[in-house]
């Protein structure tokens, strides 16, 4: 089976380069292509944190649903190698992110730095070294934080925060700082996690290198 998955993952990073991954426009993909064929309203909306970054962040809602009363936003945080795509990947009765706007709530996806769903910058490239000079640390105060405050500011509400992984270690973290837990209702926090430096297996590092999750 690893064997089979190695071959199959070697097969599909040589059908979808990298390269023609990054020149496609996935701002406007992650609505058109993830969800809206659900039927799910869908608005793709632009932030920039204080270093320049421009992220992508979704608005997911039913326009079948409609609450009985006031619902908080919800803001779902991806894990790492993944984007928020990754909460609308099984069935409707499957998927967080299709199970929240099946009931009425206003679903915010964030999609953190570098991810496909967010390449942009003020200054810098894909290809320039320091686009990609930061750790989980900028993700936290800067990427999480512009998010939290940017949904606040919008709706005039306090956010409901969910993060899984490396969601939950920067969730944490901007929660740290002394703005965000009054912007915060609650929080659901999955699968914590800190650092990376003990993994050696060749499995997981190959499929890391391949750039697996972006195909």
């Known amino acids: 089976l690893i064997l089979f998955l190695l071959f199959s993952a070697a097969d599909s990073a040589d059908y979808f380069p990298l390269s023609d991954l990054q020149s496609k426009s996935p701002k406007s993909d992650f609505c058109a292509g993830v969800v809206e064929p659900s039927g799910l309203s869908c ?76 390449q942009g910058h003020t200054s810098l490239s894909v290809k320039d070294k320091k686009f990609w000079d930061w750790s989980w640390q900028e993700l936290a105060l800067y990427d999480l934080a512009a998010m939290i405050r940017f949904i606040h500011n919008v709706t005039n509400s306090k956010v409901l925060l969910v993060g899984h992984s490396q969601g939950t270690i920067i969730s944490l973290a901007a929660l740290s700082q002394p703005d965000i837990p009054k912007m915060v209702e609650a929080a659901a926090l999955l699968c914590p996690i800190s650092y990376l430096d003990h993994i050696t297996a060749p499995f997981v590092l190959r499929l890391v290198h391949m750039h697996l999750d972006e195909v």
């Open 43 to 118: 608005s793709q909306h632009t932030i920039q944190t204080e270093d320049g970054f421009h992220l992508g962040v979704q608005n997911v809602s039913s326009p079948y649903h409609i609450p009985q009363g006031r619902v908080s936003p919800v803001l779902l945080i991806h894990g790492l190698f993944t984007g928020g795509d990754c909460w609308f990947l099984d069935s409707q009765e499957q998927s967080l992110g299709f199970i929240l706007a099946n009931r009425g709530f206003e679903v915010w996806v964030g999609n953190v730095r570098g991810t496909r769903w967010s």
